[in-house]
């Protein structure tokens, strides 16, 4: 009896198997390559990224890891030279502004063509400049982020930040140029048409997929399909699919590309937060580079025979300092007294990776307005200590704070930069009360919000070749952060961003830059640091950019 | 039966009811918010207080909580602010992840913890037996992220045997039916993906068994050791009756009451080691999703996933009062 049960049991098991197994089907494309090798021309990449896009319309892009296959897949009307930051040709093969830098006219390459097929011209140009423009809803203005703070507002604001509109409009005269006026001239342009939030798109694509579709859900926002499965731009990569249970983005080759074509087959962008993860991916074979190698391991995956490719700087780590928070800090003596303190090549040399600087002011030295006669102020503690005597605060407390739980490219190791910042302010009499907190927890609502701290760590990363983007940043308006109230300053910065001609405008920001270090010290430039991302040694042409921008069209499989 | 299992089921309510509002509200007292990692560097307060009065975050507590419990009464759990998903979907597409994982250290601990144990308490105080009593002690002992990087370490960057992590190669172009990746490779006769999905699931599955299968090993020693001493045990050998009969029809059967007790005990705890797992392993599982949520302060993935983990919790908890009853006529449900 037992056995005839264990018999229809099996038998039962084996009919529900087959059962199954009719219903499922491969999907596989049979006639397809799979991939993974090398291919016709060139295989596939896979690349080890940090972070998931947030979605994949760079209008709405926000941060660099959704900036990553955007690149990758979008052309801008004028791109950054591949490994720097000055201005290349790209969608418009010429720029020219008028005298009073109000109208840009873009000369537009011909023959392009979006991945749907449809033209590239000054039409498709005009379209997505009135799309930004015209955007609707506080959600859609508030994820095109990069837009607003370019051009500062939209046909009718609907959040709190907009201010009155810099783009006026945009003509067609004919199919290959396009016009752009604006309603007042900035010094951000041109370099700001080079972000990728300003890639071109196609408007047939755009239209088809409800691209301004993007809404508030409890507490999220929604994008419409274009966002997140039909980007449609006119660049070396097309999209495949996003794969958001295996987190891993497929691009392909586009064959119809303007310019040279990509040299592999296939790009994968696969997803692996953890950096000792994405470490021992490369190692065991399974993708064939990634991003953000910590400093610490640099040497050994030389040693081991990974390339790794250090970026130049385009970031600043500053020391700020809160005067409002504490009134001894209003001193210009005690300002001047921390800078001396902090032993800055020390901490460069200890603490930072390869490649890194001390900052001489606040701006790294690959940005138009880098004043290249500052130097960095010495390490000179019994100047400092000179000078807190001559100010009185002989005794000076401070708290201290400095985030965890994160690491920044100017900031690999928040607690050991604070821990030898915090070692010199001690050594010249300066009371330290350290204040750690998380990153994400609490730590910038209380140094930018709130302004609880009387020093703090933090940094920024440029968006862009041009110095407003870094200095009117931190000092353009009085802010919680550095509790400035300094009226001079502030219209020293506008003055400076309102000079629009480039070489007017670096030399007025060369001024800015003497001025913060000798007028005002605000706060205390530490240095800028390199990133790197790291490939293996039969991967040639990745050519690291100081905007992070890399291109891998350019990238080949050996 | 029935009037006691729909009194307990009303019960289910309030107990859910007030774990939400103990979750939303301990979200909600922490430091930060979605807003602050959403925007990352460019995070001014400004912009978090835009984000913030857009999604709703600005309004006092009771209304936001009334806007969640109205929304989930509907089954909506929200979406994501990170990933811009319906939550509920996310944690579908996941679960497989964690299942398949989770049978498959279950497996690892059963098939291997139950011989072993065996074999321990046959050879009390022998070598082989302080080998695994050794061995289960470094079982417990070791951090499960610890030893998964030490077994991704050797196993897959020096040996080059399995891989790091993930749970299929990116080359495998595999059809996906169940989300169950060996199974779908069975059913599709894509028999590459399905072997492929395997030698993914080796290393995190014996990472994520260790401490499973060290309690099981140490579970069924001291069974056995117990069933050996009894009497019924010495009146079989004093019939004569075959070491292999003894062993197999009085020992082990008898032995494996209390183990099959554990095990069963073990699945709830796999389920909660796996986030470790499978942050190391890159899995895509429900652990992972968790881990990022915090990580992003994601309240509306967080809130599903506590929620829904509450609930698995309490009617697993009933079931089990309901098998009791079933099992053992003793017991009255009441």
């Given at each position: ?8 049991a ?22 397809a ?9 060139g ?29 990758q897949?979008?052309?801008t ?30 000369k537009?390459?011909?023959g ?14 005009c379209?997505?400049?009135d799309?930004?423009?015209n ?6 203005q ?9 051009f500062e ?30 309603n007042?001239?900035?010094g ?12 071109i ?8 997929y ?23 731009g006119?660049?070396p ?10 987190n ?23 997803i ?11 190692q ?26 250090v ?7 500053y020391?700020g ?45 690959t ?21 807190l ?10 708290n ?22 915090a070692?010199n302010?001690?050594a ?23 302004g609880?701290?009387?020093?703090h ?13 870094f ?10 952060e ?12 506008g ?14 920001y ?5 001025d ?15 990133p ?17 921008d ?9 | ?5 729909v009194?307990r ?59 969640f419990?109205a929304?989930?009464a509907?089954?909506?759990?929200g ?29 690892i ?28 002690l470094?079982?417990v ?18 040996l080059?045997?399995f ?27 894509e ?5 492929d ?37 010495r009146?079989a050998?004093?019939?004569?009756l ?9 020992v ?7 183990v ?7 699945v ?5 080691g ?11 599982g ?8 915090i ?5 509306p ?26 099992i053992?006529?003793r017991?009255?449900?009441?």
């Amino acid at each position: 009896m037992r056995s005839v049960r264990r018999l229809s049991a099996a038998v039962t098991a084996g009919l529900l198997a087959i059962t199954l197994a009719s219903c499922a089907e491969s999907a596989r494309d049979s006639g397809a390559a799979q991939g993974g090798g090398a291919g016709a021309t060139g295989g596939t990449l896979v690349f080890g990224a940090p972070g998931a896009p947030d979605n994949f319309d760079p209008a709405f892009a926000q941060d660099g890891e959704t900036f990553r296959p955007a690149r990758q897949m979008y052309d801008t009307l004028i791109t950054y030279k591949l490994g720097t930051s000055e201005l290349a040709p790209a969608l418009a093969t010429e720029w020219t502004p008028n005298a009073d830098f109000t109208q840009w006219t873009f000369k537009l390459r011909e023959g392009v063509t979006f991945h749907d097929g449809t033209p590239f011209n000054a039409e498709a140009v005009c379209f997505n400049f009135d799309r930004w423009y015209n955007l609707k809803g506080a959600p859609a203005q508030t994820q095109a982020y990069y837009y607003g703070a370019v051009f500062e507002g939209f046909a009718q604001n609907e959040t709190e930040a907009g201010l009155p509109p810099v783009y006026k409009s945009c003509a067609a005269p004919d199919p290959n140029t396009a016009v752009l006026s604006l309603n007042k001239a900035k010094g951000a342009f041109p370099a700001a048409f080079g972000l990728t939030s300003l890639s071109i798109s196609s408007p047939t694509a755009l239209k088809q997929y409800d691209a301004d579709k993007v809404e508030q859900s409890g507490e999220a926002f929604t994008y419409g399909a274009y966002a997140t499965d039909h980007p449609t731009g006119t660049g070396p990569f097309k999209f495949e699919s996003y794969d958001r249970t295996a987190n891993v983005i497929t691009l392909v080759r586009n064959d119809s590309y303007w310019g040279e074509k990509a040299k592999v087959d296939k790009l994968i962008f696969k997803i692996i937060p953890d950096e000792n993860a994405r470490k021992q991916e490369l190692q065991a074979g399974t993708i064939d580079g990634y991003d953000y190698p910590n400093a610490a391991d640099w040497e050994s995956l030389r040693t081991e025979g990974y390339n790794v490719l250090v970026r130049p700087v385009f970031n600043i780590l500053y020391l700020g300092i809160n005067q409002k928070n504490n009134p001894a800090l209003k001193d210009l003596r005690v300002r001047q007294a921390i800078a001396y303190a902090t032993d800055r090549e020390s901490l460069v040399r200890n603490q930072l990776p390869e490649g890194a600087v001390v900052a001489s002011q606040f701006i790294p030295d690959t940005v138009d307005g880098y004043a290249p006669d500052l130097q960095p102020l010495p390490y000179d503690p019994d100047r400092a200590k000179q000078l807190l005597a001559e100010a009185g605060q002989s005794n000076l407390t401070v708290n201290f704070y400095y985030p965890t739980e994160v690491t920044r490219p100017y900031m690999p190791n928040p607690t050991n930069i604070f821990t030898a910042l915090a070692e010199n302010l001690r050594a010249v009499g300066i009371t330290v009360n350290p204040v750690p907190q998380p990153w994400n927890g609490g730590y910038l609502d209380s140094v930018q919000a709130t302004g609880a701290q009387d020093l703090h760590l933090l940094g920024w990363t440029g968006d862009y070749n041009d110095a407003g983007n870094f200095i009117g940043t931190f000092f353009g308006t009085g802010k919680p952060e550095f509790g400035l109230t300094d009226p001079a300053l502030f219209a020293e910065v506008g003055a400076a961003d309102a000079v629009v001609d480039p070489a007017g405008h670096a030399a007025a920001y060369e001024q800015v830059n003497r001025d913060l270090m000798t007028k005002y010290l605000p706060a205390v430039p530490i240095s800028s640091s390199p990133p790197a991302l790291v490939v293996r040694d039969n991967i040639t042409g990745l050519i690291p950019s100081p905007l992070t921008d890399e291109r891998f069209l350019t990238v080949s499989k050996g | 039966m029935l009037r006691f299992v729909v009194r307990r089921l009303l019960q289910v309510v309030p107990t859910l009811l007030l774990l939400s509002l103990l979750v939303f509200a301990w979200l909600r007292s922490l430091p930060g918010g979605p807003a602050a990692a959403f925007l990352g560097d460019r995070a001014t307060p400004e912009r978090i207080a835009e984000y913030n009065r857009l999604i709703g975050l600005d309004q006092p507590l009771y209304v936001q909580y009334g806007k969640f419990l109205a929304r989930v009464a509907t089954g909506d759990f929200g979406t994501s602010t990170k990933t811009s998903q319906p939550v509920l979907a996310e944690i579908g597409r996941a679960m497989p992840a964690t299942v398949e994982l989770s049978i498959a250290a279950l497996l690892i601990a059963v098939l291997l913890g139950i011989p072993l144990g065996y074999l321990a308490a046959q050879q009390r105080g022998r070598p082989l037996d302080v080998a695994t009593i050794i061995g289960t002690l470094v079982g417990v002992a070791v951090p499960v992220f610890f030893l998964g990087y030490l077994l991704k370490a050797v196993f897959a960057v020096q040996l080059g045997w399995f891989p790091p992590s993930g749970r299929q190669a990116v080359s495998i172009d595999a059809t996906d039916v169940t989300g169950f990746a060996v199974l779908d490779g069975l059913l599709t006769r894509e028999w590459d993906a399905s072997l492929d999905a395997l030698s993914h699931l080796v290393l995190p599955a014996v990472a994520l068994a260790t401490i499973p299968l060290a309690v099981i090993v140490r579970i069924t020693r001291a069974s056995v050791l117990d069933v050996l001493d009894s009497d019924f045990v010495r009146t079989a050998n004093s019939k004569g009756l075959t070491p292999g009969v003894i062993r197999t029809r009085h020992v082990l059967r008898n032995a494996l009451l209390p183990v099959s007790t554990t095990i069963g005990l073990q699945v709830g705890l796999l389920l909660g080691g796996a986030v470790l797992t499978e942050k190391v392993f890159n899995w895509g599982g429900i652990g992972t999703l968790l881990a990022d949520a915090i990580t992003e302060k994601d309240y509306p993935r967080l809130q599903a996933l506590l929620l829904l983990g509450a609930l698995v919790y309490v009617l697993v908890n009933l079931l089990v009062d309901l098998s009791y009853a079933i099992i053992d006529p003793r017991v009255r449900l009441s």
